[in-house]
């Protein structure tokens, strides 16, 4: 049976099974459950991004979803590394999911703010609470945890009254802490941006069983990697954003990475309108391949034009994503 075929078990197909970063509670099972059809997939929580990528690669899960960027606090560095060099080219992105994203500080038991002076989160979310933690937590030091989640967990567990976290009411109310204060990020408007991976060989049409099929009526949108030698070069990264402006295809999203090798050698992300099969994505995806090292399309899906948050998705996908973990 190959790793990439819903397992069948008494006749009947297993659910695909979705890796995410966990425990239950997080912000990642929160899109994964908006994302998909009531029912039709198996969460499965694993401690770090990394994890839930090397475990799509090895066949332990179907589908994964990560955190991409945040609007508040921008990339996150280890998804991009993970699909641009660790990973590719066996994965593919076929599709996105943009999360609401309201934190909350959670303890274990009632405390007010001036008693707390350890705050633990997710590394991502203290740029997006800056304003809340120096203005009203400033004596508390923050701490990182592998997810929101286990940073609520962990706190509650030990039930120190003066440590809090950062996390999400969902998993306040999983694990039994108390919500000290809702809503502690910088804007209402924060949202987060999830990718769906597949395996190359499967992803397409595993995408179009379990994610929402309303995704299907927005636009198409591509991701891709470059880089090369020429970057050392003047003119050469306009030469390259060139293919796509002389063809009048619209870039959303550009930004530089290092490629991890030495000072001053970087990889380019770039996300655009469209898709390969267009005559003029494909035309562009040419040139610049013959002025690039390298060119990897990460994937091209059906663009996220809306927003989703808690309370979006079925109850009976919430309830059982959260029974996991």
């Known amino acids: 049976m190959s790793p990439s075929t819903p397992a069948e078990a008494d006749g009947e197909r297993r659910r695909p099974r979705v890796g995410y970063l966990g425990p239950a509670g997080t912000f990642s099972e929160e899109a994964l459950l908006a994302g998909v059809l009531a029912d039709s997939v198996d969460p499965v929580p694993v401690r770090t991004i990394y994890e839930a990528i090397l475990a799509l690669r090895r066949g332990e899960v179907e589908l994964a979803i990560v955190p991409i960027e945040n609007s508040l606090d921008g990339s996150l ?3 991009l590394d993970l699909l641009a060099q660790d990973l590719q080219p066996s994965l593919q992105i076929v599709g996105e999911q943009l999360l609401s994203v309201s934190h909350s500080l959670i303890a274990a038991q009632p405390v007010e703010l001036a008693a707390i002076d350890t705050v633990s989160t997710h590394p991502q979310v203290p740029g997006q609470c800056e304003r809340f933690l ?7 030091r923050v701490l990182a945890a592998s997810s929101t989640a286990e940073a609520v967990r962990a706190v509650v567990e030990a039930g120190r009254p003066n440590e809090a976290a950062l996390g999400t009411v969902l998993a306040a109310e999983i694990y039994g802490g108390v919500v000290v ?3 502690v990020q910088d804007r209402d408007d924060n949202e987060t941006r999830f990718a769906w991976v597949a395996r190359d060989d499967d992803g397409d049409a595993l995408g179009a069983s379990v994610l929402r099929p309303e995704r299907e009526r927005e636009p198409w949108k591509t991701s891709l990697v470059f880089w090369g030698p020429g970057a050392d070069s003047p003119g050469w ?3 390259c954003l060139d293919e796509f402006s ?5 870039l959303t999203k550009i930004e530089s990475r290092p490629k991890r090798e030495r000072m001053g050698h970087y990889m380019f992300f770039v996300d655009l309108q469209g898709s390969p099969r267009d005559a003029a994505v494909a035309e562009a995806l040419d040139g610049l391949r013959a002025i690039c090292e390298e060119v990897r399309v990460l994937g091209y899906y ?4 809306a927003r989703v948050g808690r309370g979006d998705s079925d109850d009976s ?3 059982c994503g959260a029974s996991d973990g």
């Open 246 to 250: 002389r063809r009048a295809i619209n």
């Open 77 to 79: 560095s280890v998804t």
């Open 317 to 319: 996908a919430v309830h």
């Open 302 to 305: 059906h663009a996220a034009t």
């Open 181 to 183: 204060r809702e809503g």
């Open 237 to 239: 990264l306009v030469r």
């Open 134 to 140: 120096r203005g009203e937590l400033a004596q508390a």
